[in-house]
């Protein structure tokens, strides 16, 4: 059974910096997408970043040269750093794998960033 569990979140100023961790069991990241994701308050559920089985990254153009994804083979874990933080920021974060028919995702970490 897949089972995916975000941390890292926390209330932040402006400027500040976080690092959220999603830690798999189930499946073996490293063959696999994984994806962050985050919902604000009244807004649909948004990409941000993702890291593939070969390690390629990509990050959505609202985060870029701000947030890194990066992946632990041994912890299992993808984990999202994210600096120079905004009020627009301030969302859930959920990480997601798909694998074939099964969408998987945690129960999500909140961050917030007050000014």
């Known amino acids: 059974q897949v089972q995916l569990v975000e941390s890292g979140g926390g209330l932040v100023q402006t400027g500040g910096s976080l690092t959220l961790t999603c830690a798999a069991s189930?499946?073996?990241?490293?063959?696999?997408?994984v994806t962050w994701h985050r919902q604000a308050p009244g807004e649909q559920r948004r990409f941000v970043a993702e890291?593939?089985?070969?390690?390629?990254?990509y990050v959505a153009d609202s985060v870029r040269g701000r947030f890194t994804i990066f992946r632990d083979n041994v912890k299992n874990v993808v984990s999202l750093e994210m600096n120079t933080l905004k009020s627009e920021d301030t969302a859930v974060y959920y990480c997601?794998?798909?694998?074939?028919?099964?969408?998987?995702w945690g129960q999500g970490t909140q961050v917030t960033v007050s000014s």
């Open positions: 890291i593939g089985s070969p390690g390629w990254t």
């Open positions: 997601n794998i798909k694998r074939g028919p099964h969408d998987y």
């Open positions: 189930g499946i073996t990241v490293s063959t696999t997408t």
